[in-house]
Nanobody, 122 residues
């Protein structure tokens, strides 16, 4: 499975941005698509995850109510809509996939894509 994240950029605080994660390869073998982020000097952290079968989503408390994950089945693409962005949301955002849905999140992911930079200015 190959993953390609895109859509990052520079935005002012309070603004919005939508990231995309295009999946290719044996995507039918995966049931979870997640977003993670890593800010400079910090560990990578869980942002949210989407389950292909059932359309279940889970979010980190820090983004709940501001970020939304959605999908486009026809394009094998998952989106991360980010609203009310804050400077602390600045990070490299990664999409990742897991073959089996987990009952607890964050969970270990099986596939990772390259990240896309999101910078929120104050």
């Amino acid at each position: 499975v190959q993953l390609q994240a895109s859509g990052g950029g520079l935005v002012q605080a309070g603004g919005s941005l939508r990231l995309s994660c295009a999946a290719s390869g044996r995507t039918s073998s995966t049931d979870a698509m997640g977003w993670f982020r890593q800010a400079p000097g910090k560990e990578r952290e869980f942002v949210g995850v989407f389950r292909w079968s059932g359309s279940i989503t889970r979010y980190a408390d820090s983004v709940k109510g501001r970020f939304t994950i959605s999908r486009d089945n026809a394009k094998d693409t998952v989106y991360l809509q980010m609203n009310s962005l804050k400077p602390e949301d600045t990070a490299v955002y990664y999409c990742a996939a897991r073959m089996v849905w987990s009952s607890t999140w964050p969970a270990r992911m099986d596939y990772w894509g390259k990240g896309t930079q999101v910078t929120v200015s104050s």
